[in-house]
């Protein structure tokens, strides 16, 4: 039902698995440390590997993403840790049904860089925020957050651990909800396959 999209260490993604929720594929687009999480949990996985290469073409990976999603029919992608900017057509082909994680309170530190820049900031808190993605990067709905303190002796990894521990929580309930949410409205508009 879920297909899980990540690049990193993927502790966000075992957090998912551990929360018990229905992933049905683990997508990377690198060979990264999640896969293992992915292999360890008897999840299958789907590499599509993206270029870092000038002149990336966002639009055809965009399209090598959805080909590779296709038979695993996800009614729901959770975006757990991805590395790349998804394309116009895979959030057309699923909009609304795309959710991320980002390590900041949204709309503050958007991008690649969130933790690095609460801590240039010199704010006292930060924290995470569960949102819908959409086109525009970290702009979405927000369905969830939660603050986190930022210590004198922080440096970027200590904080965006901090970080973590909360989206590993915060993130499995968030989408448990969402799915709750997706399958009242496809119970009370008749549908006969609900998620
Ligand atoms: C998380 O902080 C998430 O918000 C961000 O990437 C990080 C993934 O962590 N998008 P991990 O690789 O799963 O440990």
């Not at 709309?107 to 808190?125: D, N």
Request: with cysteine; aromatic share 4%.
């Amino acid at each position: 039902m879920i297909a899980a999209l990540a690049s990193g260490t993927g502790t966000i993604l075992e957090a998912l698995i551990s929360a018990e929720l229905p992933i049905e594929v683990v997508l990377v687009d690198r060979p990264c440390a999640a896969e293992k999480v992915a292999e360890r949990a008897g999840i299958p996985i789907e590499l599509v590997e993206r270029s870092f290469a000038p002149g990336f073409d966002r639009d055809a990976y965009s399209e090598s993403i959805l080909a590779a999603l296709a038979p695993h029919r996800p009614r729901l992608i959770a975006m757990a840790g991805f590395g790349t900017v998804l394309g116009a057509a895979v959030l057309a082909a699923h909009a609304g049904r795309i959710l991320n994680t980002h390590p900041s309170l949204l709309p503050a530190f958007k991008g690649w860089h969130a933790v690095a820049q609460a801590l240039g900031a010199g704010v006292s808190e930060t924290g995470c925020t569960v949102h819908i993605a959409t086109l525009e990067v970290d702009a979405g709905p927000i369905l969830a957050q939660e603050a986190v303190p930022v210590y004198s002796d922080d440096d970027e990894s200590t904080l965006h651990e901090r970080i973590k521990q909360v989206e590993r929580r915060l993130y499995p309930t968030a989408i448990r909800c969402f799915l709750a949410g997706m399958q009242a409205a496809g119970a009370s508009r008749g549908d006969k396959e609900v998620p």
